[in-house]
Structures are given as C-alpha cells and as structure tokens.
C-alpha cells in the first residue's frame, strides 16, 4: 500500500528561527514528489516539485532534498515568518495513468511565534 | 490565487440528501481531480477526470460520482449523505494528467453533514 509519513505533526518554532520537516515514502512507482503550504481552511498551494533525478530545489526561503535510495524528503525553512503558519504537506506521484494518483501524507502543522 | 474556483464555499446537508459541488479549472487545463480532507488529516483522492472520462478513481464508494463538462469545469456528486462526509472538499486542475506538472488547488467547499 502507499503510504507517505511525515514528521513531525506539530513544531512551534520562534520567528526568525530554521526549522526541517521530515517526510518518508512507500509509494511505487515514484514519479515525483511535491511540498505544499496549505493555510487552515484553504486550497494548498505548491512550493516545490522533483522528479527522481533531482535531489534538491529551493522556492524562496524553502528549501527541499530528495534522496529516493532511502525515499525520504525534507523541507527546510530559512529564517522562518509568522506566514509561514500553515500546513506543509508531502505528496508523491505514482506516475502516469490511474489518474496520476497522488498520495498525500497528514502534513505537518508549523506554527511561528513571534 | 489559482485560477481554480468552487462553489459554494460552505454547504450544509443533512443525513440521507445529495449534494452537488462544482469546480472550475484554470483556463487550459483539462485534468480535474477532486480530493476529501478531513479535519487535521490530508487529502484524499477521489477521482480524476481528463477531457470529460473518469481517468482514475481513489477509494470511495459509487455514491460519490462526478462529471466534466465540455468547458472542463467540473461537478462531485455525492448521494446519500453520510456523516463521515463531513469534510473539505477540494478540487485541482492540471494542465495534463501524470508527469511533475502543477496542480493548481482552489479554495476548497466546506461540507457538512447533520
């Protein structure tokens, strides 16, 4: 069965601060994986896309790696802002067909302080 | 902001009724998924269609069917109210299905059940 973990669920860090989000996949094939930002209540909103072949891409103050021998990802962020409040949320892509299902994890619910 | 649009944004149904919920993708794409989050967990998908057939359904029950139209807007349809419908329902368009290409969320329908 696919699956896709991440870790942790919460994390409270101070504005300012960095902080790295954590997702484990068990999804075959593997076509890509995507982080998204999701603010409570709305639509999420996509921060990065990677195919196999690339194992990092920064969008902004994110940074995410992609290491598919292990099939982990984490998404680090710089110098954190009370808007980045929100969801983040690991998804991969089985590949074509069957409606290019995407496996979606639980997310990882960041809150900043000032 | 997407591009994509829902309508209605929050829908109160009871027990045992239908409902309809409907989404309009980005000009020029002609893939619409449709996706179920409950509070505090991720999306999970329902089906896709692409150019008006049902490209790939995810683990629901027939009472949830949907429709594209022409124009590649789309309709969820759910009959038979459950209370575990109770959720946010989100629809995504792309440009294609399958590959490392975008889905654009929309701002999602908040659906619940009594």
């Known amino acids: 069965k696919n699956q896709v973990e991440q870790s942790p669920q919460s994390l409270i860090i101070l504005e300012g601060k960095n902080c790295t989000l954590q997702?484990?996949?068990?999804?075959?094939?593997?076509?890509?994986l995507r982080w998204y930002k999701q603010d409570t209540g709305r639509g999420p909103v996509s921060l990065t896309i990677m195919t196999f072949s690339e194992n990092t891409k920064s969008n902004g103050r994110y940074t995410a790696t992609l290491d598919a021998d292990t099939k982990q990802s984490s998404l680090h962020i710089t110098a954190s802002q009370l808007s980045d409040s929100a969801s983040y949320i690991c998804?991969?892509?089985?590949?074509?067909?069957?409606?290019?299902?995407?496996?979606f994890g639980g997310g990882t619910r960041l809150m900043v302080k000032p | 902001e997407t591009g994509v649009t829902q309508s209605p944004t929050h829908l109160i149904k009871t027990r045992g009724q239908q409902v309809t919920l409907r989404c309009s993708s980005q000009?020029?794409?002609?893939?619409v998924s449709w996706y179920q989050q409950a509070l505090g967990q991720g999306p999970q998908f329902i089906f896709q269609?692409?150019?008006?057939?049902?490209?790939g359904r995810g683990n629901f029950p027939p009472r949830f069917s949907g429709l594209q139209f022409p124009n590649y807007s789309s309709e969820l349809n759910v009959n038979a109210l459950e209370l575990d419908d109770s959720a946010l329902y989100l629809c995504?368009?792309?440009?294609?299905?399958?590959?490392?290409?975008?889905?654009?969320f929309g701002p999602g329908t908040r659906l619940t059940v009594t």
């Open positions: 997702c484990n996949y068990t999804v075959s094939p593997f076509s890509n």
């Open positions: 998804v991969v892509s089985s590949g074509l067909g069957a409606g290019n299902m995407l496996t």
């Open positions: 000009s020029g794409h002609n893939t």
């Open positions: 995504a368009s792309s440009l294609v299905p399958g590959g490392p290409y975008e889905q654009y």
């Open positions: 269609y692409y150019r008006e057939e049902e490209n």
